[in-house]
């Protein structure tokens, strides 16, 4: 029986690591390069990389998550956050070498929503069929929904991640990229 229990756990994080890839890859090869952003707690580490270049996006990703990780410990206990905090600290590492290691140049933005969309939504469901998210605005609409009944967790994920699509936006000063930002969200929600 244990070696099941064992055996079960190894897959389960060889499933999460290649979505932590996949994830990673989406994000460096279709949403920074063409200035989108995927909200939540990515998408403000890219506004802060905007006016401080020198934090990396993943380690901003992080170090925003702390606080989060925190009251997920005392709210809901470590064996429900075990898999998100390895997930989110090996997705945002990855983000950040793979930027070292490449710079994928911007692609026709339609093409970029859709394909990011679909990686990024592949790479999400792995992880939630994992009992495992990227942190952010997932883990936060876990908190908030315990405090405020009848809203859906992927309800709250949307009201957050379109708030801070709209939010990088402004900062960016383009619409279009808030639209594509949008339809990739929406994408990867249905994906």
Known sequence: MKKTKVSDQVRSYIIITLACVLYALSFDWFYAP???????F???????NFFVPVLPVGVMIIVLNVPLFGAG??????????????TKKFSSML??????LYEFSPMDPLLACLYGGVTLGIASGLLFREEATTGGSELGA????????????????LGIDLTIILIYASVFKSLNNALYGALALYITTKV
């Open 95 to 100: 983000i950040d070498i793979i930027a070292a």
């Open 142 to 157: 876990w908190i908030l929904r315990s405090r405020i009944e009848g809203f859906s967790i992927g309800n709250i994920c």
């Open 34 to 40: 063409n200035d989108f952003t995927v909200g939540g």
């Open 73 to 86: 410990l005392k709210k809901f206990g470590f064996a429900f956050l075990e898999k998100t905090i390895y």
């Open 42 to 48: 990515t998408g403000i580490s890219q506004i802060i």
